[in-house]
């Protein structure tokens, strides 16, 4: 009596999305997004799974306390561009779950440059480094930086990943780095737990 999920590529997707209207909000108060939390996570047929990612809107709600309440979770990989206004909804991001003593896995800057595809040149529009100086400020890993670039806006609308279609691009290289270092933080939060005292009662 569980949700199958969506899968493409070897990746297993669930999402609201696929439970309402094309067209209709969703506009819910906090039990009704608990709800939802419960039926995304454990009323879904996942399967084994290497890894489960929760895709979670920016903000410290209801949504993000829920799931850090409910959820034994590995760690919180949070996600920015690199302007100001965006960084300050990371850096909450950031303290609410260490606050609930979730570990902060690293820092992703997204968006980071616009590369011209006709002349090559790079340019910043949401401005340069903003990421890496807050992950600093805030004694967090950087992860790296995905750049603002067609291909992948298009793969995504087509639903073909850049690391599929063009694997061998820079893009697809910045997000299996991304990649590698989220799966390195993994294990090193798993090594940590492992090497904590014993407790016997």
């Known amino acids: 009596m569980r949700m199958i999920p969506v899968e493409n590529h070897g990746v297993r997707c669930m999402s609201i999305g696929f439970l309402v209207d094309k067209d209709a909000p969703i506009v819910w108060r906090g039990p009704m997004v608990m709800s939802a939390l419960e039926k995304m996570t454990r009323g879904v047929a996942w399967g084994n799974l290497d890894v489960l990612v929760v895709d979670m809107p920016p903000g410290t709600g209801d949504a993000q306390l829920s799931m850090s309440q409910r959820l034994r979770l590995s760690g919180a990989l949070i996600v ?29 800057e997204n968006m980071s440059c616009f590369k011209c595809p006709k002349c090559g040149e790079k340019s910043y529009i949401f401005g340069e480094g903003g990421a890496q100086r807050t992950a600093e400020d805030m004694d967090m890993k950087f992860l790296g930086e995905i750049p603002l670039e067609i ?38 939060l798993a090594e940590e737990r492992l090497m904590g005292p014993e407790i016997s009662l």
Do not use: C, H, W
């Open 80 to 108: 920015s561009t690199p302007q100001d206004i965006a960084l300050i909804d990371a850096r909450r991001g950031a303290n609410m779950f260490r606050k609930v003593q979730v570990p902060i896995l690293g820092l992703v």
């Open 151 to 188: 291909d992948i806006r298009t793969g995504s609308d087509e639903g073909k990943p850049i690391v599929i279609s063009s694997p061998d691009s820079a893009s697809a290289q910045a997000y299996l780095r991304v990649a590698e270092k989220v799966t390195q933080r993994l294990k090193e």
